[in-house]
């Protein structure tokens, strides 16, 4: 009887844990966010961005990813704070895009 008690009480905590994990995780975020790194990338190599232009770039996404581990903190990312990292990642987005579209190159 003790075994199966300490069995169902693990089996229980595993699936609380498991649970907590699942509540802060944002792929959504993550993937753009490594989207939005490769595209700057792509642009360095090209020449499209200049130094300062990937400066500015990089301190929004610093911006950004300071806020999704705050919002991660409590263990849980309300609707809110997807909404704002949303409309965060989407002027991040905007901003390389014109960075890269503008009339300035490294070469």
């Known amino acids: 009887m003790k075994k199966i008690l300490l069995t169902v009480m693990i089996t229980g905590l595993f699936g609380i844990f498991a649970g907590a994990a699942d509540a802060q995780t944002t792929p959504r975020v ?7 790194k490769t595209r700057v990338r792509r642009g ?11 400066r500015g770039i990089k301190s929004s996404t610093k911006t950004t990813r300071r806020y999704e581990k705050r919002a991660k903190s ?4 309300t609707w809110k704070e ?22 300035r190159d490294r070469n």
């Open 44 to 54: 360095v190599n090209s020449g499209e961005l200049t130094r300062r232009e990937v």
């Open 82 to 103: 997807r909404r704002r990292l949303n409309r965060m990642q989407n002027r991040n987005s905007r901003k390389i895009y014109r960075k890269k579209h503008n009339r």
């Open 30 to 36: 993550d993937r753009r966010q490594q989207n939005q």
């Open 74 to 77: 409590d263990g849980v990312v």
